[in-house]
C-alpha cells in the first residue's frame, strides 16, 4: 500500500463543513450587523427623535445579539463534530495502513507522537484554519458591500484593511513558521522519546551511572522544544499586534474619508465602527497562518506513516481457508527482506495434519523468517507455500494468520488478570477449558498459588521468563488454531525450565500440526521430523535418531547440550 490518502473528510462531511462555515459566517454578520445598528441608534438617539424612529434599531439590537450567540453555537457544534470525525477517520485510516506494515524505522515514542500530536494536527485544519478563513472571507465581503452602500471610497479602503490583515499577514506568518514548524514536530518526538528512555531504562540507568547523561539529554530536548514554541509565540503575538495596528488604521482612513466626503454623523459613525468589528473575523487569522505552516508539517510526517509500504501483498479477491485440518506444502521457497541476501533460499518441506516438524539451527538461519512466510507476515520472492493444495497467497493474511499461529517471539502479558490474559485466546473459553490449557502448559502449579483473578502487572513484571512462556503457550493451546507455530517457546529461561517446558510442550502438542522453533533438542525424538537450516538453506533433515547417528550441526548441538546436562 503505497501512498495511504489522508482523505480527511468521509462522505456527507462536506455538507456538515459547508453548514459550519456559513454558521460562522452568520455569527460574524450578525456581530457586525449589531454594531452597525447598534452605533446607528445610539447616535441617532442624541438626535433625541421620536421614540418610534428607533423603535426597529431596538428590535434589530435584540435580535442580531441573541442570533449571534445561536449561530456562533451551531458554528462550534457542527465544526468541531466535523473535525473530531476527520481526526477519527484519519486515526484509524493510519492504524489500517500500520496493521499490514512491516517494521518501521520510527522509535515507539516517535510514532506515538505522530498518531496523537500529528493527527490533532488535523482538527487545528479544519477548526482554527479552514472554516474560520471561509467564515471570514463571507463576513469581510459582506461588510464591504454594506460599506459600500454607504460610501463606496471607505468600502475600498476597508477591501484593503481586510485583505491586508486576512490575507497578506497570515501568508507572511505562514512563510515565516515554516522551517520551524518542521522541526517541532521532531523536537517534540525527541522530547517524547528520551522521556519513554527515562522511565522505562531508569533501573539500567541508575545501575550503570548514566542517569544524569540521559537527564541532560532529557532537558536539552526539552529546552530546544521551548525555544521553538517561544518563538512560536513571538510570531503568534506579533501577528495579532500587526492586525490590530492595520484595523485601527483602517478605521482612521475610514473616519477621514467619510469626512471628507461630508458625511452625517451618524453615518460616520456607523462605518468606524462596522469597519472596527468587521476585522473581528480577521484579526484570528494571522496567528491561523502560522498554525496552517504547523498542520502542513504533521500531515507530511503523517503522510510518511500512511506511506509504508506493506509487508505482505493482499489478493484482490480472497479465498476463505477451510475450516478442516490443514496441510502445508512448501517448496523452493526464496524470502528477502528488503534487498538484503535472501533469508531463505530454497527450503522445502510438507507438514500433513496431526505431523510435528521442529526446526533448528544458528541464529539467523531463518527459522522466524520460515514462520512469518507460512503467517503471511512478510512476502514469498519465488517457490510456493501451499494451504491443502491452494496457494497461500490466495489467502488474506489476517485470514491465514487466525489459522497459523501460537506463541511468536516477545509474547506479551496484558495488565489484566491471569483468567482475563487467557481469555484473549478463547473469549468463549469455560473455567474447565482455561484449567485444561493451564494444566497442559504445567501453569497450574502457578495459578493455585497466585489465584485467576490475581492481576499481572504491567509488562508481565510480576511474571517470571518461565511463567510468561507457560502464559503464552497456555493461551495458544486454548486458541488451538489448525497448525500450531511455537517461535522458540524455551527462549528467555534457564535451562531446567527450558527442558521442562518442552516436554511439557511436546506432551500437550501430540496430535496437534505443529511447526516448533528451538535451540534445545530434548524430546525432539518424539517430532516427526527435524529441519536444520543453516544460511536460509535446509542442511539436515529426518527424525532425531538420524540425525544423531550423522555428524553435522544436529550433532553437535546435541552433544553440547549433553555436556551442559551433566
Ligand atoms: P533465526 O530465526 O533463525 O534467528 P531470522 O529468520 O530471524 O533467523 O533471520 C534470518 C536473516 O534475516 C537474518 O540475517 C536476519 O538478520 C534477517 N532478518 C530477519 N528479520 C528481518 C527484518 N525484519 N528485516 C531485515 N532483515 C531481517
Not at 229 to 241: M, N, P, Q
Request: with cysteine; hydrophobic share 50%.
Amino acid at each position: 500500500m503505497t501512498g495511504v490518502s489522508l482523505r480527511l473528510l468521509a462522505p456527507g462531511m462536506p455538507r456538515r463543513l459547508v453548514l459550519a462555515t456559513l454558521a460562522g459566517a452568520a455569527a460574524d454578520l450578525a456581530g457586525i450587523a449589531l454594531i452597525a445598528a447598534a452605533s446607528w441608534m445610539i447616535t441617532r438617539a442624541a438626535e433625541q427623535p421620536p421614540l418610534a424612529a428607533l423603535s426597529v434599531a431596538i428590535v434589530a439590537v435584540r435580535a442580531f445579539a441573541t442570533t449571534r450567540g445561536l449561530f456562533r453555537y451551531g458554528e462550534r457544534l457542527s465544526g468541531h463534530d466535523v473535525a473530531l470525525r476527520a481526526q477519527a477517520g484519519t486515526r484509524e485510516r493510519l492504524y489500517q495502513a500500520l496493521i499490514p506494515a512491516g517494521p518501521l524505522p520510527l522509535r515507539g515514542a516517535d510514532l506515538l507522537s505522530r498518531m496523537v500530536d500529528d493527527t490533532d494536527a488535523v482538527q487545528d485544519l479544519l477548526v482554527r484554519c479552514l472554516l474560520p478563513a471561509l467564515a471570514a472571507l463571507l463576513a469581510g465581503t459582506a461588510a464591504v458591500v454594506l460599506a459600500a452602500f454607504v460610501l463606496p471610497v471607505a468600502a475600498l479602503l476597508l477591501a484593503a484593511g481586510l485583505l491586508a490583515a486576512g490575507v497578506a499577514l497570515p501568508a507572511v506568518t505562514a512563510a515565516a513558521a515554516r522551517r520551524r514548524s518542521a522541526r517541532i514536530a521532531p523536537a517534540r518526538a525527541e522530547l517524547a522519546a528520551r522521556v519513554a528512555d527515562l522511565v522505562h531504562g531508569a533501573a539500567d540507568l541508575a545501575a550503570y551511572g548514566a542517569r544524569d547523561r540521559a537527564l541532560a539529554a532529557g532537558m536539552e530536548a526539552d529546552a530546544r522544544l521551548v525555544r521553538l514554541e517561544r518563538s512560536r509565540s513571538r510570531v503568534d503575538a506579533a501577528a495579532l499586534g500587526l492586525g490590530v495596528l492595520v484595523q485601527g488604521l483602517t478605521v482612521v482612513a475610514v473616519v477621514l474619508a467619510a469626512r471628507s466626503a461630508d458625511l452625517d454623523g451618524v453615518a460616520t459613525a456607523v462605518l468606524a465602527l462596522t469597519s472596527l468589528v468587521s476585522f473581528e473575523p480577521v484579526l484570528p487569522l494571522g496567528a491561523a497562518g502560522e498554525r496552517f505552516a504547523g498542520v502542513l508539517a504533521a500531515l507530511r510526517r503523517l503522510r510518511e506513516i500512511g506511506g509504508t509500504p506493506a509487508a505482505v501483498t493482499e489478493p484482490g479477491a480472497p479465498l476463505t481457508l477451510p475450516d478442516r485440518p490443514l496441510a502445508v506444502e512448501i517448496e523452493d521457497l526464496v524470502v528477502r527482506h528488503g534487498d538484503r541476501e535472501p533469508a531463505l533460499n530454497g527450503v522445502s518441506l510438507s507438514v500433513a495434519p496431526g505431523d510435528r516438524v521442529a526446526i533448528v539451527g544458528p541464529s539467523g538461519a531463518g527459522k522466524s523468517t520460515l514462520l512469518a512466510a507460512l503467517m503471511r507476515t512478510v512476502d514469498i520472492e519465488s517457490g510456493n507455500i501451499f494451504i491443502n493444495g491452494v496457494d497461500i497467497r490466495r489467502y488474506a493474511s489476517d485470514d491465514v494468520r487466525t489459522r497459523i499461529t501460537g506463541l511468536t517471539q516477545d509474547p506479551y502479558v496484558f495488565q489484566a488478570s491471569l483468567r482475563d490474559n487467557l481469555r484473549l485466546a478463547g473469549p468463549d473459553a469455560s473455567d474447565e477449558d482455561l484449567a485444561r490449557a493451564v494444566r497442559q502448559a504445567c501453569l497450574d502449579g502457578w495459578t493455585d498459588r497466585t489465584g485467576w483473578d490475581t492481576t499481572l502487572g504491567e509488562d508481565g513484571r510480576t511474571v517470571s521468563g518461565g511463567q510468561l512462556q507457560r502464559l503464552a503457550l497456555a493461551r495458544a493451546l486454548l486458541y488451538d488454531p489448525q497448525v500450531l507455530v511455537l517461535d522458540e517457546p524455551a527462549e528467555a529461561v534457564d535451562e531446567e525450565t527450558a527442558d521442562a517446558l518442552l516436554a511439557d510442550l511436546l506432551d500437550a502438542t501430540r496430535g496437534r500440526t505443529t511447526l516448533l522453533v528451538t535451540h534445545r533438542l530434548r524430546g525432539l525424538e518424539q517430532v516427526d521430523e527435524i529441519i536444520v537450516l543453516e544460511d536460509g538453506r535446509v542442511v539436515q533433515r529426518g527424525p532425531h535418531h538420524a540425525l544423531v547417528s550423522v555428524p553435522g550441526y544436529y550433532r553437535d548441538l546435541w552433544e553440547s547440550e549433553a555436556l551442559t546436562r551433566r
